[in-house]
């Protein structure tokens, strides 16, 4: 896919992931998911109320979000999808463990750095707020540990797989 704007999404739906790209060509959204490439498009209706266009089909979907999962009802049926890191899937331990540096999932822009160097953090606690395509993403630690460096600040804006923020393992004392 060569696009404008292209990412590729990891999303667990249930057990299963779904590897999905979404790329915007001559200023349309396109997904492409498992071979087969949709037009896309949603339109705010209300709060958490929703118009999601794909191909020919057109559904009005309930859509909240808490955190890095999305919860859609669509159709009577409420599905939660949980966003994963793209690059957690493909990276090996090495030297330096992909466990040391929280990577942008796609290109965005800083919106809150909750910490600073050297405060420590649990896995999963918040890193880094970030803003892409009008959608709010916590990027949490994936470990325990020291934060060593953050290379971004509030505003600034980043491109895909750019290091927002690395660790170190916490020192006993």
Same mark, same amino acid.
């Given at each position: 896919?060569?696009?404008?704007?292209?990412?590729?999404?990891?999303? +667990? *739906?249930?057990?299963?992931?779904?590897? *999905?790209?979404? =790329?915007?060509? !001559?200023?349309?959204?396109?997904?492409?998911?498992?071979?087969?490439?949709?037009?896309?498009?949603?339109?705010?209706?209300?709060?958490?109320?929703?118009?999601?266009?794909?191909?020919?089909?057109? @559904? &009005?979907?309930?859509? =909240? &979000?808490?955190?890095?999962?999305?919860? #859609?009802?669509?159709?009577?049926?409420?599905?939660?999808?949980?966003?994963?890191? &793209?690059?957690?899937?493909?990276?090996?331990?090495?030297?330096?463990?992909? /466990? @040391?540096?929280?990577? =942008?999932?796609?290109?965005?822009?800083?919106?809150?750095?909750?910490?600073?160097?050297? /405060?420590?953090?649990?896995?999963? @606690?918040?890193?880094? #707020?970030?803003?892409?395509?009008?959608?709010?993403?916590?990027?949490?630690?994936? !470990?325990?540990? +020291?934060?060593?460096?953050?290379?971004?600040?509030?505003? /600034?804006?980043?491109?895909?797989?750019? *290091?927002?923020?690395?660790?170190?393992?916490?020192?006993?004392?």
């Amino acid at each position: 896919m060569h696009g404008e704007i292209e990412m590729e999404h990891l999303f +667990t *739906i249930g057990s299963e992931e779904h590897l *999905i790209w979404l =790329a915007r060509r !001559r200023n349309v959204f396109q997904l492409s998911h498992r071979g087969s490439e949709t037009p896309v498009s949603l339109e705010q209706c209300s709060e958490n109320i929703c118009r999601l266009n794909t191909g020919e089909a057109s @559904d &009005v979907i309930a859509l =909240a &979000v808490r955190g890095d999962t999305f919860y #859609v009802h669509l159709n009577g049926e409420t599905h939660e999808l949980i966003y994963r890191n &793209v690059i957690s899937r493909f990276e090996t331990k090495s030297a330096r463990t992909a /466990d @040391d540096v929280v990577r =942008a999932p796609m290109p965005g822009t800083v919106v809150h750095l909750p910490v600073h160097p050297g /405060d420590p953090v649990t896995a999963g @606690d918040a890193v880094v #707020v970030i803003e892409s395509m009008k959608l709010e993403m916590v990027l949490r630690a994936p !470990r325990t540990g +020291t934060i060593k460096s953050l290379s971004m600040a509030a505003g /600034d804006k980043f491109e895909r797989d750019t *290091i927002l923020a690395s660790l170190e393992p916490l020192v006993e004392s």
